[in-house]
């Protein structure tokens, strides 16, 4: 089945390794043959993948991508997807659907689930952000009090 792709000027996606981008206005392109192909919204640049899941992600964009080196980027991603579930397990499930993809050869659609781990991590930051709220507050505190206690101690060493 062909797959319909609507570009907007100035968009671009990659296909077979190839970046294309749409100069013009909107472009309907229809893709008859199998092919790699990632539009600007799914791509993940090297210095984006500052994360544990993103890194799942580009280590996947990677092997769908590049074919020729596709052992060593499956390698970087078990990595980091053992890293990330050694962290946090409660990804598990996500892990083994995306693995499920890897092993059928689905790269795309291990790619597709890994923003889901991705989501994952979103959350989870969030929550542990949020718990961290009170602690901030206290260590905001203690900072202060310190502050406060040497410059008392500087009061009474010089004698004001």
């Known amino acids: 089945m062909p797959l319909k792709l609507d570009l907007k000027c100035g968009e671009k996606m990659i296909v077979n390794g190839a970046v294309l981008e749409n100069v013009g206005?909107?472009?309907?392109?229809?893709?008859h043959n199998l092919a790699t192909?990632?539009?600007?919204?799914?791509?993940l640049t090297q210095e984006d993948?500052?994360?544990p899941a993103s890194r799942v992600y580009f280590s996947l964009q990677c092997a769908y991508m590049f074919s020729e080196a596709r052992e060593e980027h499956l390698k970087n991603f078990n990595r980091y997807l053992n890293d990330y579930l050694n962290a946090c397990p409660s990804a598990t499930e996500i892990a083994?659907?995306?693995?499920?993809?890897?092993?059928?050869?689905?790269?795309?659609?291990?790619?597709?689930?890994?923003?889901?781990?991705?989501?994952?991590?979103?959350?989870?930051?969030?929550?542990f952000n949020n718990g961290m709220d009170k602690l901030s507050q206290i260590a905001q505190d203690a900072e202060k009090e310190e502050a406060e206690a040497t410059n008392d101690d500087e009061q009474e060493t010089t004698g004001t």
């Open 25 to 31: 206005p909107n472009a309907k392109i229809l893709i």
């Open 96 to 127: 083994e659907i995306i693995r499920g993809h890897i092993e059928k050869e689905n790269f795309y659609k291990g790619l597709k689930s890994s923003r889901n781990l991705i989501a994952h991590e979103v959350r989870t930051l969030d929550e």
């Open 37 to 43: 192909v990632l539009r600007e919204k799914e791509i």
């Open 49 to 51: 993948a500052a994360t």
